[in-house]
T-cell receptor, first 111, second 112 residues
Framework: GQSLEQPSEVTAVEGAIVQINCTYQ??????LSWYQQHDGGAPTFLSY????GLEETGRFSSFLSRSDSYGYLLLQELQMKDSASYFC????????????FGTGTRLQVFP | EAGVTQFPSHSVIEKGQTVTLRCDPI?????LYWYRRVMGKEIKFLLH????????ESGMPNNRFLAERTGGTYSTLKVQPAELEDSGVYFC??????????FGPGTRLTVT
C-alpha cells in the first residue's frame, strides 16, 4: 500500500519561514503535489514535483528527494491568511491521476 | 472561468435514506474525480472518470455508492441506502495533468 506522513500541526509567527515535511512509502512514484485547504473550503493546488529538487512559486517552494522518499513545502514571509491545512499528495504512475493524500498539517500563524 | 461547483453544500439525512450529490467540473475538463474526507482522516480517492467512462473506481467503498457521468459533463454520486459511516465531506475535482486537480468546495454529508 501507500502512506504519507506529515506533522499534525505547525505554528509560526507572521513574517517567519516554516517547513512542512512529508515522508512517503509507496510501490510506485510519479510525482508529489501540495494542496492548501482553509476551513470549510476546497483544497487548492500549490505545487508539484516530479523530479528531485526545489520548485519555487512566489512565497511557496516545494522540494522533493525521491531517493529519501521525502518532500517538503516551504512557506516564506508568512501571513495570517496562510493559516490553513496543508496536504501532500502522491501520484503513483503516469497511467493514473488518482491522488493519495497525506494526513494533513494544520498551520497556525500568529501575529 | 467558473470553477468546479458542487451541490448541495450540505445534506443531512437519516440512515437508510438516499442522497445524490452533484458535481459540475470546469468546462472542457475530461477528467473528473470524486474524493471524500471522513472526520479527522485524510482525503481519500473514490473514483475517476475520463469523459463518461469510469477510468478507476478502486476507491468506491461498496455497492451502496453509484457514480455516473452521462454525456461526459456533470457527475452524480448516489449513496443508497446511507449509513452512519458515510458521513463526511465529498469533494469533486477536475483536470488532472501534472498532478494538478481543481477541487470543488465539497458537499458535507451528515447521516443521522
Amino acid at each position: 500500500g501507500q502512506s504519507l506522513e506529515q506533522p499534525s500541526e505547525v505554528t509560526a509567527v507572521e513574517g517567519a519561514i516554516v517547513q512542512i515535511n512529508c515522508t512517503y512509502q509507496t510501490s510506485g512514484f510519479y510525482g508529489l503535489s501540495w494542496y492548501q485547504q482553509h476551513d470549510g473550503g476546497a483544497p487548492t493546488f500549490l505545487s508539484y514535483n516530479a523530479l528531485d529538487g526545489l520548485e519555487e512559486t512566489g512565497r511557496f517552494s516545494s522540494f522533493l528527494s525521491r531517493s529519501d522518499s521525502y518532500g517538503y513545502l516551504l512557506l516564506q514571509e508568512l501571513q495570517m491568511k496562510d493559516s490553513a491545512s496543508y496536504f501532500c499528495a502522491l501520484k503513483r504512475s503516469y497511467n493514473t491521476d488518482k491522488l493519495i493524500f497525506g494526513t494533513g498539517t494544520r498551520l497556525q500563524v500568529f501575529p | 472561468e467558473a470553477g468546479v461547483t458542487q451541490f448541495p453544500s450540505h445534506s443531512v439525512i437519516e440512515k437508510g435514506q438516499t442522497v445524490t450529490l452533484r458535481c459540475d467540473p470546469i468546462s472542457g475538463h475530461d477528467n473528473l474525480y470524486w474524493y471524500r474526507r471522513v472526520m479527522g482522516k485524510e482525503i481519500k480517492f473514490l473514483l475517476h472518470f475520463v469523459k463518461e467512462s469510469k477510468q478507476d473506481e478502486s476507491g468506491m467503498p461498496n455497492n451502496r455508492f453509484l457514480a455516473e457521468r452521462t454525456g461526459g459533463t456533470y457527475s452524480t454520486l448516489k449513496v443508497q441506502p446511507a449509513e452512519l459511516e458515510d458521513s463526511g465531506v465529498y469533494f469533486c475535482a477536475s483536470g488532472g495533468q501534472g498532478g494538478e486537480q481543481y477541487f470543488g468546495p465539497g458537499t458535507r454529508l451528515t447521516v443521522t
